[in-house]
């Protein structure tokens, strides 16, 4: 006969009863211990994307600040042909080098920079048929700075560009 304590032993081993709750417990913590792992991993995709969209609208910011000189030939006619290269005209307003332009369109794009007088010669106009007259080519030097002020970002793009005058 045996005695009774081993008995009670016995069948408490080989019983299953609790077996499942142990198993969905498991389970239950390795699917929260995945969820949080796609959460934290969606979370830094997220800020990689913003971080990423707010440098490339402070790049396009700047390099709108290309067309804008282009279209603003008060900043590279005879008026900013200096004997001294270096000083140049900022814009949006000479007068003010921290101002800026806001983009039409946009909210939180703006733009401004400095067109720099370099150089004047005829040096830079061979091949281009005037090499005989009193042609220059006035090279100027655009520093074009963009920023988002969303998302506190700046890019700058630098050009360098001649025109052709007397």
């Not at 995945?34 to 990689?48: R, W, Y």
């Not at 001294?84 to 983009?103: C, H, K, S, V, Y």
């Not at 830079?124 to 080519?137: I, P, Q, T």
Request: proline share 3%; hydrophobic share 35%; charged share 20%.
């Amino acid at each position: 006969m045996t005695p009774l304590h081993q008995t009670e032993n016995r069948n408490i081993c080989n019983s299953e009863e609790g077996y499942a709750l142990i198993v969905s417990l498991m389970f239950m913590v390795l699917l929260t211990i995945l969820g949080l792992g796609a959460t934290t991993t969606t979370i830094h995709e997220l800020q990689i994307s913003a971080n990423d969209r707010a440098r490339k609208s402070a790049f396009y910011a700047a390099e709108a600040g290309r067309s804008y000189v282009e279209a603003s030939s008060e900043l590279y006619d005879s008026t900013n042909i200096i004997s001294e290269p270096g000083n140049g005209i900022t814009f949006p307003d000479p007068a003010d080098a921290t101002a800026w332009l806001f983009i039409p369109g946009s909210q939180s794009e703006q733009l401004q920079g400095e067109v720099v007088y370099v150089d004047s010669s005829a040096r830079y106009l061979r091949g281009s048929g005037n090499e005989a007259g009193e042609l220059k080519a006035h090279v100027y030097k655009m520093t074009c700075n963009g920023r988002d002020i969303n998302a506190d970002s700046k890019k700058s793009v630098e050009a360098g560009f001649y025109r052709v005058g007397l």
